[in-house]
Nanobody, 122 residues
């Protein structure tokens, strides 16, 4: 069983900052990538940024001037630093991980955290 736990969400005023953390645990051989997603009310869940096992970073949402992903898949940890937050950033932020296992393919898969709420409001 693989478990992803996000933390760091909360309420912040516009212009403020938050740092989200996600830690993976359980039966993990290795993690190929970890991604932050967000779901704004009334919208689909969308990818924000990904960090790979090779250390590459892919920013899939045009927020890289305010949001920065970091972490280490070998440490099973990923962070999302969010600066200059805006009310439209409010939503639930999810951590996603692709777990691989060359010797036990039935243990591979995509896993999600339960999400952490971010509310940006004055």
């Amino acid at each position: 069983q693989v478990r992803l736990v996000e933390s760091g969400g909360g309420r912040v005023q516009p212009g403020g900052s938050l740092r989200l953390s996600c830690v993976a645990s359980g039966d993990i051989y290795s993690i190929d990538s970890m991604t932050w997603y967000r779901q704004i009310p009334g919208n689909e869940r969308v990818s924000i940024a990904t960090i790979t096992s090779g250390g590459s970073i892919v920013n899939t949402l045009a927020l890289k001037d305010r949001f920065t992903i970091s972490g280490d898949t070998a440490e099973k940890t990923v962070y999302l630093q969010m600066n200059d937050l805006k009310p439209e950033d409010s939503g639930v932020y999810y951590c996603n991980a692709f777990v691989s296992n060359p010797t036990a393919p039935w243990k591979r898969g995509e896993f999600w955290g339960q999400g952490t709420q971010v509310t940006v409001s004055s």
